[in-house]
């Protein structure tokens, strides 16, 4: 069956500039997850949705970053006047749920270049 | 909270030779311990998982991890490296279910084959 996939693949955009990042998990994931892998700074958690709703959103590293989930599918990773230290490779995961114990599949990647 | 170390940032092995990567968590409570593996420019893909089973973890490629609560360590070793293994390899714990405490990665292993 079809994986986790994002859009684009890559973004290079001007600096100031807002981008939409874009996730289709896996048909009937409930659980989604948006990550940021930056050099020298690893791969960091940024938030997770439960169906439509994010309980947690202290991951995103400023208010210029917000994501939603419409129809507990799709999900949007939201930056507002991006800035250089922005860029990174934005990765989407899904699992069948938050619990511990569920596999984690992650998409290709958003390759984010902030000029 | 939790947090994961990987001991090596590069490790550099002769094809044909066994493969040892280290990795030591810390958790207040019971967790779940994955290992990933990103190809260059690949997504992440899961190897293996321990979810409070068996602590001897049999993963896919070869590869197998042992969980040692005593040495909260979470070692991933494979009998004979082949050229297709050279990757970046990251240890992950899962704690909660979901949110911000939920998955933590370690800064990754950086697995170098040589012919």
């Known amino acids: 069956g079809a994986g986790v996939s994002q859009s684009p693949s890559n973004k290079v955009t001007e600096k100031g500039k807002d981008v939409e990042l874009r996730c289709d998990p896996i048909s009937g994931h409930t659980a989604l997850y948006w990550y940021r892998q930056s050099l020298g700074q690893g791969l960091e958690f940024l938030i997770y949705?439960?169906?439509?709703?994010?309980?947690?959103k202290s991951g995103l590293p400023s208010d210029r970053f917000s994501a939603e989930r419409t129809g507990g599918s799709v999900s949007t990773l939201t930056i507002q006047r991006t800035q250089q230290e922005d860029s990174a490779v934005y990765l989407c995961a899904s699992s069948r749920s938050p619990l511990r114990t569920d596999t984690q599949y992650f998409g290709p990647g958003t390759r984010l270049t902030v000029l | 909270a939790q947090s994961v170390t990987q001991l090596d940032s590069h490790v550099s092995v002769s094809e044909g030779t066994p493969v040892l990567l280290r990795c030591n968590y810390s958790s207040s409570y019971s967790p779940s311990l994955f290992w990933y593996v990103q190809h260059p420019n690949k997504g992440l893909q899961l190897l293996l998982k321990?979810?409070?089973?068996?602590?001897l973890v049999k993963g896919i490629n070869g590869f197998e991890a042992e969980f040692k609560k005593s040495e909260t360590s979470f070692h991933l070793t494979k009998p004979s490296a082949h050229m297709s293994d050279a990757a970046e390899y990251f240890c992950v714990v899962s704690v909660a279910g979901g949110g911000a405490d939920g998955l933590t990665f370690g800064k990754g292993t950086h697995l170098i084959i040589q012919p």
């Open positions: 949705f439960q169906g439509n709703s994010a309980p947690d």
């Open positions: 321990y979810t409070s089973a068996a602590t």
